[in-house]
């Protein structure tokens, strides 16, 4: 059998349900065993601007997306002048027929400068400036189209339930399109109607409703057109299989890492896992025992970050999830949490700045920030994940950091991270280890003192309630008791205390935790968070091309695990810095931390994630030596 590799987008007007649809048909095809890579794109308002989704689909494993379309399915006109041209010249277009004689002008969400550079090019072919010019321009480079009239089918439906209200129901559109695409794909229909079944669980009669129109668009496509070039089949299903969502990741591993607070105010992206977590309160934690987080919605970030501080103060595991602007509001609480010695997590889901800045779209902006925010010294560690597994894991362990170093721990994730739908090997809550540190449980003297000299920098810590055990927090400056203090020598000592601990973390936090090496080579990679899966991807069709590339993938940002970093690229000649923003704020800390210059930068900062087909293209001409010492990546515009 032919190996699979294709990628479906789908597209519509934000509120349309472009989400519905992708995610009806990446559940489909992991029901068929295939492996899933999806990402969401949409802008910053509630409805009407454009959305769409695309699914990757293979029968191996796979990290991230690639350039270009294989099928594309749409049900209003800007789907089709935004993305036609992105389909690949053997691949296809489903449409709503009735779209073709729209023009240009009577799309009122088509941005001027795209709108200018769409018209530029459709009237450079000599097409008119119509949905039908852009599809003849698909046409001529050997698209298929398949032109369907969904409002019809949607009038059928109503006379066969007999239900005339669904001729006006065009929400439903994007069911009848992900149908007939699995229906040209190849598909069992079994397994589409499952997953409409999966989406619409919590409303059987919309679920019975978009499962009729589902087999008949299905039975539709298979009856009037021939099977397309491109076949989705079923393969052996791995049991240990997930589809998942990146911000369900963190969520899952805040219940499975005994997290039982959560504050938070509405922010993009964030919220989706302080949403998901609130609609998970109360669960089985082992041997029915039920569990709880309290999740709390504030009235702002800096409310959110005092009682998350509050709720460490009581012994519980707390965190709080936020984006750029909000970590911006939490700054001094912050560092109130850093001078107590307060074990907090806050999860940083990162998107692009700066100010309000794109708000619905990725970016890797907010490291040299996260590491230095809040005013005067005081220790935190930055960590960096990956991919969605590794959110799962890592929450659990940065839980673990606070706890044992007790001080704040910020979490790095980001936009993407956060929209992608992946399958992904099932997480195994057993991995996780729960190291609440030197938190006390009994204290018998009455002379206990909170910040009490230890070698290590790490005070037993008391809770609030706890008999024996009273301590005062402050803002200022504090002895061992936690009373406020002026004096010189006290504020040497306290000082050296929290800063001993950044010492103690570098050398107790274990090795393969502080950075992953993917491979050693001449040629180097070194970066940080999601760009992790793009570059795996981009590693492995170089191997394909015979040239052989190394990663190494940096979690442990802060402290800075200088001598491993230089351990590990002590024999690689050339270093390439690859990230998600404009500044290459990776970069600064190796050429700040290394006794050598990073030699090349390939960065993005659309707002776009990375694909795996343009760092192929980017890394390709460095080892040929063709690149520029900086590369700047721009597919998606």
């Known amino acids: 059998m032919a190996s699979i590799d294709l990628t479906w987008v789908i597209g519509g007007p934000q509120g349309g349900g472009v989400e519905s649809a992708a995610n009806i ?35 191996k494993t796979i990290n991230s997306n690639v350039t270009g379309i294989t099928m594309l399915a749409a049900f209003d006109a800007e789907t089709l002048f935004r993305h036609a041209d992105d389909v690949y010249d053997d691949g296809a277009i489903v449409y709503e027929s009735d779209l073709e004689n729209i023009k240009t002008d009577e799309v009122p969400t088509l941005d001027k400068p795209f709108k200018a550079r769409l018209e530029k090019y459709i009237a450079s072919k000599n097409k008119p400036l119509t949905v039908k010019g852009i599809l003849e321009i698909a046409k001529e480079r ?3 189209l398949y032109p369907v009239s969904f409002k019809t089918i949607l009038a059928t439906l109503a006379d066969e339930m007999n239900n005339p209200a669904i001729r006006g129901m065009f929400r439903m ?33 919309i679920a019975e409703m978009n499962k009729h129109a589902a087999n008949y668009a299905y039975n539709f496509a298979t009856a009037k057109y021939q099977k397309y070039k491109y076949q989705l089949s079923k393969i052996p299903k791995d049991s240990d299989t997930i589809l998942v969502q990146g911000f369900q990741s963190t969520g899952l591993g805040k219940m499975a890492a005994g997290c039982r607070f959560q504050s938070y105010y509405p922010i993009t992206p964030a919220s989706d896992e302080s949403v998901f977590l609130e609609s998970h309160e109360t669960f089985d ?18 409310s959110a970050i005092g009682m998350l501080i509050g709720a460490a103060l009581t012994g519980t595991r707390a ?53 230095h925010a809040g005013h005067g010294d005081f220790p935190r560690i930055v960590y960096a994940s990956g991919d969605i597994e590794e959110g799962f894991y890592d929450t659990a362990k940065c839980f673990n950091f606070a706890e044992t170093f007790q001080m704040p721990v910020i979490h790095m994730m980001d936009k993407f991270i956060a929209s992608t739908v992946a399958t992904v090997k099932r997480f195994d809550p057993k991995k996780i280890t729960i190291q609440r540190g030197k938190l006390l449980q009994k204290i018998d003297s009455t002379d206990y003192k909170r910040f009490t000299p230890s070698p290590d920098g790490i005070s037993p810590r008391s809770r609030l309630g706890l008999e024996n055990g009273i301590f005062w927090n402050t803002g200022d400056e504090s002895d061992e008791e936690g009373h406020i203090s002026e004096d010189p020598i006290n504020r040497i000592y306290k000082m050296d205390k929290r800063a001993k601990k950044l010492e103690v973390a570098l050398d107790t936090i274990p090795r393969e935790d502080q950075m992953v090496s993917h491979g050693i080579s001449d040629f180097c990679i070194v970066s940080w968070g999601s760009t992790k899966g793009p570059i795996l991807d981009a590693i492995e069709m170089l191997q394909k091309d015979n040239y052989n590339v190394g990663f190494v993938q940096v979690k442990l940002l802060h402290p800075f695990p200088t001598e491993h970093v230089k351990s590990l690229l002590k024999d690689v000649k050339t270093i390439i810095d690859i990230e998600a923003n404009h500044s290459a704020q990776l970069g600064k ?15 993005k900062y659309t707002g776009r994630a990375m694909t795996c087909s343009e760092l192929y293209e980017s890394i390709k001409k460095i080892m040929d030596g063709k690149a520029e010492k900086r590369q700047v990546l721009s597919y998606g515009v």
Request: proline share 5%; charged share 20%.
């Open 25 to 59: 048909f990446a559940g489909a095809c992991a029901g068929c065993g295939l492996k899933i890579f999806g990402k969401r794109e949409y802008y910053s308002n509630i409805k009407g601007e454009h959305s769409y989704f695309g699914v990757r689909v293979s029968d």
């Open 142 to 144: 050997g698209v298929t």
């Open 173 to 205: 559109l994007n069911v009848l399109s992900v149908s007939v695409s699995i229906g040209l794909l190849g598909l069992p229909p079994d397994t589409l109607l499952r997953s409409v079944e999966g989406v619409f669980s919590s409303k059987p009669k």
């Open 285 to 302: 934690v082992e041997n029915n025992r039920p569990g709880s987080t309290i999740i709390v919605q504030t009235e702002d970030e800096i």
């Open 319 to 371: 965190a709080t999830s936020t984006s750029g602007p909000g970590f911006s509001l939490m700054a001094e609480a912050l560092g109130w949490a850093g001078i107590n010695e307060v074990p907090i997590v806050v999860t940083l889901y990162q998107r692009s700045g700066p100010s309000t800045g794109l708000p619905t779209r990725h970016g890797q902006d907010d490291l040299l920030f996260a590491i």
């Open 589 to 603: 800390l190796l050429n700040e931390n290394l006794d050598r210059k990073v030699d090349y930068y390939i960065v």
